[in-house]
């Protein structure tokens, strides 16, 4: 009988029965303030682009659609191996497509390490802009982000893609490996390391980095349009 | 507050079950930091960024981690602060409050059963945050499954 349930004398009862109050109470406050004080040293910093204007190195590619003298910029730092970039592209694609006059957009690698194929992808990317098809093989390593992640060995299907869009496969097989195209895609990371940029993606809407949390389709298209009305109405 | 009012909620509880509930409110203190820590990163954003693993990003960016506006973290913190409490309670004889933990717990092990189905056969991805929180329901499950049973004064099950 040594589980047996004793009756305890009043006093005991009397804690017994105001002490779980106090530590459910205690717990709660601590982990509110735990979780604000998380709250405040995680809100990233908001980065802005200040004289620092796109193509100033050399070796930078400079990657961009729409009109050149659109009122309104977005500059992407993104890696072609990110779930949530990949999410992004098609909304960004449908913005430009709907806003064809006011809109541009730039596209900067920042190929992650965590990634295993980032960087042969933006490598794959970069190759296809010297054909001038850089952004065919944006949208189509985008679009079929799923396959190429999950494989072991990622470039026979970003050969298959560069014939899908039509490339010299000669030139592409060389131009992906090249000394070239790895520096243009280091430069354009060493960029956005001196612009703060630590995730992807990261966006820049005229100069000004979107907030994570508001980067979803819906606040995005809301932002970017904001920002059009602003600097198309008189 | 009289005594008496305290005997009417509470009553005696064996040293084998306090021991078991005690260790439960340390679980689920556990999983409190876990689901506060995806809160916290749910709302700062960082959650759909691509920083870490791509495999979290994948998850906790997906629409399975919302219900609406309200992160399915947040209901992690909601619900590892109620088996906190219960447990602390049932620890210190609080009447209802044990029975109430088996419901709690029961519920949390029906929604990490979903949450784990999503992330394997819907999303392919796991996230290591949610397989850690699943791994404490897991443990509470199991205490609740193994604990002892309440005895009243002459030994005799309730």
């Given amino acids: ?234 | 507050m009289s005594a008496i009012a305290a005997s009417s909620t509470t009553t005696s509880i064996s040293r084998p079950r306090m021991i078991v509930y005690i260790i439960a409110a340390a679980i689920a203190l556990t999983g409190l930091a876990d689901a506060t820590y995806l809160t916290v990163q749910h709302f700062t954003g960082e959650n759909i960024l691509c920083g870490g693993s791509a495999d979290c990003a994948r998850v906790l960016g997906s629409a399975y981690s919302h219900l609406g506006p309200i992160p399915v973290a947040g209901l992690g913190v909601l619900a590892y602060y109620t088996v906190f409490s219960l447990a602390t309670f049932a620890a210190f004889g609080h009447r209802r409050a044990g029975r109430l933990f088996v419901w709690v717990v029961c519920l949390m092990f029906v929604g990490t059963l979903w949450f784990l189905f999503v992330q394997a056969f819907l999303l392919h991805a796991f996230c290591r945050f949610c397989l850690l929180s699943a791994a404490f329901v897991f443990l509470l499950t199991g205490i609740v499954v193994a604990m002892p049973p309440p005895q009243d004064k002459d030994g005799t099950l309730d």
């Fill in chain 1, 1 to 234: 009988m040594e589980a047996m349930e004793v009756e305890a004398p009043p006093k005991t009862r009397r804690m017994a029965f105001v002490l779980p109050f106090i530590i459910v109470v205690l717990v709660g406050v601590i982990t509110a303030a735990s979780g604000i004080a998380l709250y405040r040293a995680k809100l990233p910093a908001i980065l802005e682009i200040t004289g620092k204007g796109v193509g100033n190195n050399p070796n930078e590619s400079v990657h961009v659609r729409g009109r050149v003298d659109a009122p309104v910029t977005i500059e992407e730092f993104g890696d072609f191996q990110c779930p949530p970039c990949g999410t992004l592209s098609g909304p960004i694609k449908q913005l430009e497509e709907d806003h064809k006059q006011n809109l541009r957009v730039i596209f900067h690698h920042f190929p992650l390490i965590t990634h295993n194929h980032a960087r042969e992808a933006a490598c794959a990317a970069e190759a296809a802009g010297l054909q001038s098809k850089f952004w065919e093989m944006h949208d189509i390593l985008y679009r079929e982000q799923r396959e190429w992640s999950k494989a072991a060995e990622a470039r026979p299907l970003f050969n298959a893609y560069a014939n899908l869009i039509g490339l010299d496969m000669e030139r592409f097989k060389q131009d992906i490996d090249s000394e070239k195209v790895k520096e243009r895609v280091s430069a354009d990371q060493a960029r956005g390391t001196s612009l703060g940029v630590e995730n992807t993606p990261t966006i820049f809407l005229n100069n000004r980095a979107v907030e994570p949390a508001n980067l979803n389709p819906e606040k995005l298209r809301g932002a970017v349009e904001e920002a059009i009305k602003a600097k198309t109405t008189p």
